[in-house]
Each structure stands twice: as structure tokens, then as C-alpha cells.
């Protein structure tokens, strides 16, 4: 190991505004180096965020946020940095790992540490949340709100065989199978993109009629997911110096996914308080899930509360009052899970019949 390793940690922000406007600026950059004297490992971050909030007028207020964060990694312990250290705790200590001449052995982890072997990864991510707020009557008020995230990866793994010297000062390649490296090496790439994005439209009003306090809520809620993965991979490398999937004699091998997902909803709920006293609340949902198939798409849930909070009567009051609160309350409801909607998708794609699995009917996997 090095005697030290270097890690910094900067940020800055700016903030302010007034009544109407307020705003956030924030930017930041972290970076560490490895422990390990014989390998280039680094880690860098970089963030950066924004956030407004403004009243336009007397009933529209607007709202944004942006973040972005990138993350760049390398490191020669190219999928095996577990085993690495594994073996250095396990390796005898009366086994030397130099030769004669001072030569790494194949018992060192040194050479596979020189090998070249590199494990990079780029990351990026965006995330970008906006919002308004009308208020056309008093206790009337109407939300909107837009949330968008998109994530991008690239990756590549180049893992090649160490070098140790025989008697004679000629090059061995060595290799350990337990790291999974072939004699004449291997390389691979991966690409990743997922976007997420969820739009939420609500409303909201209070009615208030004496000792009475009514909240009516609406809404509409909705959830896209797209995600797209390419790997490839070769073997039998023509160069360790210049690697790359077309430059190889081996075995290629790539992979792909494409899958996306979707939910949709609407809800709805009315709470009712009476003096603080007399508590009751409905909800439902009525929600739709792609993963699901198209007959058994759709589900209702309902559920239902009431509450009597007994602390807040005189003769409570007056005779508990060591008491601060006593509330009786129960409810009742129904909920679905999209877990296994998959395998439903797919049995219901095969014609076989799907029995009721749980309390949410066929709607429910738990």
C-alpha cells in the first residue's frame, strides 16, 4: 500500500431572492485516489444544481429544479477485486514474492496489478423536476408537476494475464483462474440509458361551515420507464496495447435489453372533522400497470377510515386531564401490487388460469 492517498472535497453554493423569487446554486467536485502503490485507481464526482421558486402572480407560483451528477471510475481490478484482496489475506507468509533476481513471482498479485487491465465507467445523471401552483379560489388550489430523470452509462472492462520473467529473463504470461483472465486476453462494453418520467396533475379544496372542515382531493398520476442495455464482449485479442471488439481472433458474444414499463392512475379523497372530534376519510384508486396483461390491466382500490377523538370532549377534559390525547379509529382497504405481473402477463399469455393469490384478487403478488 502507499504510505498516503489524496482525497479532495470542494462545493460552493449562492442563494437568495426576495418574496416573490427565491433561487439555490450549488456545484461540487470530489475526488480520491486508490491505496494501492501499484495501481492507478481514481474516482472523480462532479454535481451541480439549480432551484427557483417564483410567484408570477396572486395565484400562480412556479417551481424548478435541475440536478446533474457524473461519475468517472477506473481501476485495474477488473471484476475481480474481491478475489484480489482475498488472496492477499490468504497468501503464506513464508512465501517470498520475488525470485533470484528480484523478479515478481506468480505468487505476487503485483503483476496482475502492471498487467494493463483496466475497468472504467462513466455515469451521468439528469434529473429535472417542475411544478406549478394556481390558486383560482381561496382554499382552492391546483397542482401540476412534471418529473423527468435520465440516466447514461458507459462502461468497458479490458482484463489481460500478468508478467513474470523465467531463468533466462524471458516473459511469462500468468494468469489466475479464479480472476477469470485468459492468456491472451479479453475486453468489453457496456451501454446503459434510462429514462423515467412522471407527470402528477391534483387538486385540492377546503370547506369549512362552522365546526365542520371538509378536504376534497383529485388527481392524476403517471409513471413512463424506458431502459436500453447493449454488451458486448471478445476474446483473443490482437493487442493489449490497442484493444477493441473488432481487433480480436476469439469469441464475441453481445446482449441486449429493451424494456419499458408504464403506470397510470386516478385517485380521489374526502376527509370530513367535525370539531376535532368526529374523523371520517375515503379513498380510492383507480390505477393500470403495463405489466399486467391487457385483460386483468385495470384494478379499483378502495379504503375507508373513521376516528372518535374522545379527548377532545369537556368531560374528558375536565376529569383526564393527565391524558393528551385518546383517539379510537379503525379502517378498512384494498391494495394492489405490481409484483409478478410479469409471470401473470405471461401464464395469461398461455391460456393457463390464474387462481386469486391474496387480498387485492388477481391484482395482488405478494
Given at each position: ?28 467536485m ?17 454535481n ?13 407560483k ?20 474481491d478475489?484480489f ?31 494493463g ?27 401540476t ?17 500478468g ?7 524471458t516473459?511469462?504470461l ?9 492468456l ?40 413512463y ?22 481487433l ?20 380521489a379523497?374526502?376527509?370530513?372533522n ?19 396483461a391487457?385483460?386483468?390491466?385495470w ?13 377532545e ?18 379502517s ?16 395469461e ?11 387485492g384478487?388477481?391484482?395482488y403478488?405478494?
Amino acid at each position: 500500500y502507499k504510505p498516503y492517498a489524496i482525497r479532495q472535497n470542494y462545493n460552493a453554493n449562492l442563494s437568495g431572492g426576495n418574496e416573490d423569487m427565491q433561487y439555490f446554486v450549488s456545484g461540487g467536485m470530489y475526488t480520491e485516489n486508490g491505496a494501492l502503490r501499484y495501481a492507478d485507481i481514481d474516482a472523480k464526482r462532479y454535481n451541480f444544481n439549480v432551484s427557483v421558486n417564483a410567484r408570477l402572480n396572486d395565484f400562480i407560483k412556479v417551481k424548478s429544479n435541475v440536478k446533474y451528477i457524473k461519475n468517472v471510475n477506473s481501476s485495474p481490478l477488473a471484476g475481480y477485486e474481491d478475489m484480489f484482496f482475498h488472496n492477499l489475506a490468504r497468501m503464506r507468509p513464508n512465501v517470498s514474492p520475488y525470485d533470484f533476481y528480484g523478479n515478481w513471482t506468480e505468487q505476487s498479485t503485483v503483476p496482475y496489478l502492471q498487467s494493463g487491465s483496466a475497468d472504467r465507467s462513466d455515469n451521468d445523471v439528469l434529473a429535472i423536476q417542475g411544478g406549478l401552483e394556481f390558486s383560482p379560489l381561496k382554499n382552492w388550489k391546483i397542482f401540476t408537476d412534471l418529473n423527468l430523470r435520465r440516466t447514461n452509462n458507459e462502461s468497458s472492462m479490458l482484463k489481460l494475464p500478468g508478467t513474470i520473467y523465467g531463468m533466462d529473463g524471458t516473459p511469462i504470461l500468468v494468469n489466475r483462474s479464479e480472476y477469470n483472465i485468459p492468456l491472451t486476453g479479453s475486453y468489453a462494453r457496456e451501454m446503459l440509458n434510462e429514462t423515467y418520467l412522471t407527470p402528477n396533475i391534483y387538486t385540492n379544496y377546503k370547506i369549512e361551515i362552522g365546526k365542520q372542515q371538509i378536504d376534497l382531493t383529485a388527481g392524476f398520476q403517471q409513471e413512463y420507464t424506458q431502459l436500453k442495455e447493449l454488451n458486448s464482449s471478445a476474446t483473443e485479442l490482437i493487442s493489449f496495447d490497442r484493444p477493441g471488439l473488432d481487433l480480436s481472433t476469439g469469441t464475441k458474444s453481445s446482449t441486449e435489453v429493451r424494456n419499458h414499463w408504464a403506470t397510470r392512475g386516478f385517485f380521489a379523497r374526502i376527509n370530513y372533522n367535525y370539531a376535532n372530534k368526529f374523523l371520517f376519510e375515503v379513498n380510492g384508486r383507480y390505477d393500470g400497470s403495463s405489466r399486467f396483461a391487457k385483460a386483468q390491466r385495470w384494478g379499483f382500490f378502495p379504503s375507508v377510515s373513521a376516528a372518535y377523538n374522545i379527548s377532545e370532549e369537556d368531560f374528558f377534559k375536565e376529569n383526564v386531564s393527565w391524558v393528551n390525547q385518546l383517539k379510537v379509529r379503525g379502517s378498512y382497504g384494498n391494495l394492489g401490487n405490481q409484483a409478478g405481473a410479469g409471470l401473470y402477463a405471461y401464464l395469461e399469455t398461455m391460456k393457463i388460469v390464474v387462481p386469486n393469490l391474496g387480498a387485492g384478487g388477481t391484482y395482488y403478488f405478494g
